[in-house]
């Protein structure tokens, strides 16, 4: 099984640069988009439902911002959207897929730069999230969870780590939370198979042609419990993948 995670930064630009086309074929089984600023209701039904898939859908109270999708060849068991907390789930982060021996987490966790109201935000977010999937676990439910996670882990995980430690993204506070993650039993699934791989990035600023020369970040990721983990047998960034500021990330699962 193989599932990708994309930040597509708005599904109907995707669309109108080939996310159709990529989807026809790269084929995963699933994909997590998140950022789709749309809702159903805005889209052709060859968006909502492409040939081969369904899509599940978090829709957010404000039109063009936000927003999740998991597209699936294989029907879940269930689904449902949000955390159950409503000043997150105002916003539509989260979509989760019941795939019987496992629940798929497609998340666009937020970010904190705007203000420090907003970065406060991003922290609790993170806080309640990981209270929510370590429940799930503990009840007997694996979890995996992928998507934008607005934060770069560590000094690999980005192109100048020296110039961004005061910046929300790279700040101290937020890399602890992914520490305090990585402690609670869950693994990096791209730093699994390649701990030491430099330049590495999924996410370039569009403003400054970043990606031309390869100054980025890596903020998409796949956490997958440490129960689940010999079960993965690959990870990988297709950052040739254009179409939005980031590009696709993918794990394969047995």
């Given at each position: 099984?193989?599932?990708?995670?994309?930040?597509?930064?708005?599904?109907?630009?995707?669309?109108?640069?080939?996310?159709?086309?990529?989807?026809?074929?790269?084929?995963?089984?699933?994909?997590?988009?998140q950022?789709?600023?749309?809702?159903?209701?805005?889209?052709?039904?060859?968006?909502?439902?492409?040939?081969?898939?369904?899509?599940?859908?978090?829709e957010?109270?404000?039109?063009?911002?936000?927003?999740?999708?998991?597209?699936?060849?294989?029907?879940?068991?269930?689904?449902?959207?949000?955390?159950?907390?409503?000043?997150?789930?105002?916003?539509?982060?989260?979509?989760?897929?019941?795939?019987?021996?496992?629940?798929?987490?497609?998340?666009?966790?937020?970010?904190?730069?705007?203000?420090?109201?907003?970065?406060?935000?991003?922290?609790?977010?993170?806080?309640?999230?990981l209270?929510?999937?370590?429940?799930?676990?503990?009840?007997?439910?694996?979890?995996?969870?992928?998507?934008?996670?607005?934060?770069?882990?560590?000094?690999?995980?980005?192109?100048?780590?020296?110039?961004n430690?005061?910046?929300?993204g790279?700040?101290?506070?937020?890399?602890?939370?992914?520490?305090?993650?990585?402690?609670?039993?869950?693994?990096?699934?791209?730093?699994q198979?390649?701990?030491?791989?430099?330049?590495?990035?999924?996410?370039?600023?569009?403003?400054?042609?970043?990606?031309?020369?390869?100054?980025?970040?890596?903020?998409?990721?796949?956490?997958?419990?440490?129960?689940?983990?010999?079960?993965?047998?690959?990870?990988?960034?297709?950052?040739?993948?254009?179409?939005?500021?980031?590009?696709?990330?993918?794990?394969?699962?047995?």
């Amino acid at each position: 099984m193989k599932i990708y995670s994309w930040n597509v930064n708005g599904i109907r630009a995707a669309v109108a640069r080939g996310f159709l086309t990529w989807l026809a074929t790269a084929k995963p089984d699933v994909v997590c988009l998140q950022e789709t600023k749309a809702a159903r209701g805005d889209l052709s039904d060859s968006v909502i439902e492409p040939p081969g898939y369904a899509s599940y859908w978090a829709e957010g109270q404000r039109r063009g911002y936000s927003g999740v999708a998991t597209y699936s060849r294989q029907a879940p068991a269930g689904w449902y959207a949000g955390l159950g907390i409503e000043h997150f789930d105002a916003d539509a982060r989260v979509v989760v897929t019941d795939f019987g021996d496992f629940e798929l987490y497609n998340v666009y966790f937020p970010n904190g730069k705007a203000s420090p109201e907003r970065l406060k935000f991003k922290l609790d977010f993170y806080a309640a999230f990981l209270e929510q999937v370590d429940a799930r676990v503990k009840s007997g439910h694996p979890v995996i969870f992928c998507g934008d996670v607005n934060t770069a882990h560590k000094d690999i995980d980005l192109a100048r780590p020296k110039e961004n430690q005061m910046i929300s993204g790279f700040l101290p506070e937020e890399c602890a939370c992914l520490d305090t993650w990585v402690e609670h039993g869950w693994v990096d699934s791209f730093r699994q198979f390649y701990p030491d791989a430099p330049e590495a990035y999924s996410w370039w600023s569009m403003r400054t042609r970043a990606r031309d020369r390869n100054i980025g970040w890596r903020l998409d990721y796949f956490f997958v419990h440490e129960s689940l983990i010999k079960r993965v047998k690959g990870a990988g960034i297709d950052s040739d993948v254009l179409g939005a500021d980031h590009c696709p990330v993918w794990i394969e699962i047995e």
